[in-house]
C-alpha cells in the first residue's frame, strides 16, 4: 500500500480534501464498505456507529480495520445467493432513504471506493509521489497470490 510508505505526519497532513487528510480519506473509504456490507444490508443501516478518524494514529490501525472490513465482505459474499443479491433494502443517506437492491448497494461501495481512490491519487501527485499502478490486474490479489512462493 503506497501510503504505508508515507511518513505518517504526511498521511494524516491536513490538505483540505473531502476527509482534509489521505488517513481520513482511506478510513471513510473502508467505513463505507463496513457500513454498507454490515449494516445496510442486513437491513440496520441506522445502527451504524461512525467511526471517530482520530482514534486511527498508525497505518497499521488502518490496515488491521481494512483486513477485517476485507474479511466480513469475503464471507458475506461467498454465501450471497442470487436472491440475496436481488432482496431490496433502504439505503439511508442524509438527502434521503432509497429503496434498492443489494446489488446496487455493493455496487455503491464500489463506486464511493473509486471516488475516493481517485481523490488519493491526485493528492500523491501534488506531492509528485508516483501513485501505484492503477490498472486493477496489476493489482489482482488472486494475481498476488499466484506469484507468492
Not at 473531502?18 to 454498507?36: A, G, P, Q, R, T
Not at 476485507?70 to 432509497?98: I, Y
Not at 471516488?115 to 509528485?128: P, V
Request: hydrophobic share 40%; with cysteine; net charge negative.
Amino acid at each position: 500500500m503506497k501510503l504505508a510508505e508515507l511518513p505518517w505526519d504526511e498521511v494524516a497532513k491536513n490538505r483540505e480534501a473531502s476527509f482534509y487528510n489521505m488517513k481520513n480519506i482511506l478510513v471513510h473509504m473502508v467505513e463505507c464498505e463496513d457500513w454498507i456490507v454490515g449494516w445496510v444490508v442486513p437491513g440496520k443501516p441506522t445502527e451504524f456507529k461512525d467511526k471517530n478518524y482520530d482514534e486511527f494514529t498508525s497505518m497499521r490501525m488502518v490496515v488491521d480495520y481494512l483486513k477485517e472490513v476485507e474479511s466480513r465482505t469475503r464471507k458475506f459474499l461467498s454465501n450471497a445467493s442470487e436472491s440475496e443479491l436481488a432482496k431490496k433494502v433502504d439505503f439511508v443517506v442524509s438527502s434521503g432513504t432509497f429503496n434498492i437492491t443489494v446489488e446496487e448497494c455493493l455496487f455503491q461501495s464500489f463506486t464511493e471506493q473509486l471516488y475516493h481512490l481517485g481523490e488519493l491519487i491526485a493528492l500523491l501527485w501534488q506531492d509528485n509521489i508516483n501513485p501505484p499502478p492503477m490498472m486493477w490486474f496489476k493489482n489482482n490479489p488472486r494475481e498476488n497470490l499466484a506469484r507468492t512462493p
